[in-house]
């Protein structure tokens, strides 16, 4: 059986925990009303963040979360992006890994995806 890694998806703006490893954002956009002290990330790694032109279709529309999925999987494909995802993998292989994003709802998030992809 493969080694499992332990990728998490958590609200930037909730505190750290013990358990949480390395924290990185994956958000294109700063977090609103956010500082850097407070966000105790360990990095920022906005290349694997949605484009503006998907972020803003989308707008977290729940019922627009499965075709938003399949986008932004696909832009994930594009050479920057891919770059970012490997990173995001060989993170997870490291220990865990929580990607952080500042969405209300993590469930319905680029994050989630992220994680999906990088568990593989």
């Not at 938003?68 to 970012?84: H, M, Q």
Request: glycine share 4%; proline share 5%.
């Amino acid at each position: 059986m493969a080694n499992t890694v332990d990728v998490r998806v958590r609200r930037v703006y909730d505190d750290r925990e013990e358990s949480d490893g390395r924290r990185v954002l994956v958000d294109r956009i700063w977090p609103r009303g956010m500082t850097k002290a407070k966000a105790d990330l360990d990095e920022w790694c906005k290349t694997v963040a949605p484009s503006t032109a998907l972020r803003k279709w989308y707008g977290h529309d729940p019922k627009r979360f499965e075709e938003f999925a399949r986008r932004y999987r696909a832009e994930l494909d594009e050479p920057e992006p891919a770059t970012g995802l490997a990173h995001l993998a060989e993170l997870a292989t490291q220990g865990t890994l929580t990607l952080l994003t500042a969405t209300k709802h993590p469930e319905i998030s680029e994050a989630v995806v992220l994680a999906d992809l990088v568990r593989r």
